[in-house]
């Protein structure tokens, strides 16, 4: 069943039927949008585009390309400057939330916080200390 809701990018009304989250007239104007990029893109020398070329060209809005390359409908294999932004940074990458750097400095915090933690806890472990009463020795 269907419900009304209002369009993220125009604000009028339409009915959600859980496919797409903007009106058929807005998502109709992204599909010809996006294909006025791919056109662009197709051809040989362009790419190698960059967004900020890609935007310049084609007026197509950075978020709605970021979008298309997270989603996988612009392959970054075939336009290897593509890329979205990071969550944590902002520099561009092409799998995941998190750019490469980004990933290893999160490993290595995570590796530090589990060492870190195994070593409070052997620690605490011997704070605690186990006493043994040897009753076989003579006084």
């Known amino acids: 069943?269907?419900?009304?809701?209002?369009?993220?990018?125009?604000?009028?009304?339409?009915?959600?039927?859980?496919?797409?989250?903007?009106?058929?007239?807005?998502?109709?104007?992204e599909?010809?949008?996006?294909?006025?990029v791919y056109r662009f893109l197709r051809k040989r020398e362009n790419r190698a585009a960059t967004v900020e070329r890609i935007v310049?060209?084609?007026?197509?809005?950075?978020?709605?390309?970021?979008?298309?390359?997270?989603?996988?409908?612009?392959?970054?294999?075939?336009?290897?400057?593509?890329?979205?932004?990071?969550?944590?940074?902002?520099?561009l990458t092409t799998t995941g939330k998190l750019c490469n750097k980004c990933q290893e400095t999160l490993k290595r915090e995570l590796n530090t916080f589990e060492a870190a933690k195994s070593f409070r806890e052997t620690v605490e472990q011997q704070a605690k200390g186990t006493y043994h009463v040897n009753a076989n020795k003579k006084k």
Not at 65 to 89: E, I, Q, S
Request: overall charge negative.
């Open 56 to 91: 310049e060209v084609t007026g197509v809005e950075e978020d709605t390309l970021y979008r298309w390359v997270r989603k996988g409908r612009l392959h970054t294999a075939m336009f290897p400057n593509l890329g979205y932004p990071c969550d944590n940074c902002g520099h």
């Open 1 to 29: 069943m269907a419900e009304v809701r209002s369009c993220p990018k125009c604000n009028g009304f339409f009915n959600y039927t859980g496919i797409r989250d903007i009106c058929p007239k807005c998502s109709q104007k």
């Open 31 to 36: 599909e010809d949008d996006y294909q006025v």
